[in-house]
């Protein structure tokens, strides 16, 4: 599968933005979906995933409670929906696919990408 996010930019502090990844192949259904960012000189972590069906989603501390992940299978997108948004948030964000069930957090666990989408939020 091919992903391709779009949807980032530059906000204020507090501000709210959706991200959007539009997935390119017929099992995108079939597949469980992450968001992850990378910060400049940091490791690439994980922001919030989704299963297949789209019932079970699991977030890191640093955005639970403001991001909210969600997807439409029917039209082969997932969603990063971010709210309250902090000078920390920023980073480049990616989109990345899983082909095999239960949790994941690593990088390695997934094995297709998007190319990122950078979000900065000043201050």
């Known amino acids: 599968v091919q992903l391709q996010a779009c949807g980032g930019g530059l906000v204020q502090t507090g501000a709210s933005l959706r991200l959007s990844c539009t997935a390119s192949?017929?099992?995108?259904?079939?597949?469980?979906m992450g968001w992850f960012r990378q910060a400049p000189g940091k490791e690439r972590d994980l922001v919030a995933t989704?299963?297949?069906?789209?019932?079970?989603?699991r977030y890191s501390d640093s955005v639970k409670g403001r991001f909210t992940i969600s997807r439409d299978n029917a039209a082969n997108v997932v969603y990063l929906q971010m709210n309250d948004l902090k000078p920390e948030d920023t980073a480049v964000y990616y989109c990345?696919?899983?082909?095999?069930?239960?949790?994941?957090?690593?990088?390695?666990?997934?094995?297709?990408w998007g190319q990122g989408t950078q979000l900065t939020v000043s201050s």
């Open positions: 990345a696919a899983r082909n095999k069930p239960g949790y994941a957090s690593l990088p390695s666990d997934y094995v297709s």
């Open positions: 192949g017929p099992t995108f259904s079939d597949i469980a």
């Open positions: 989704i299963s297949f069906g789209g019932l079970n989603t």
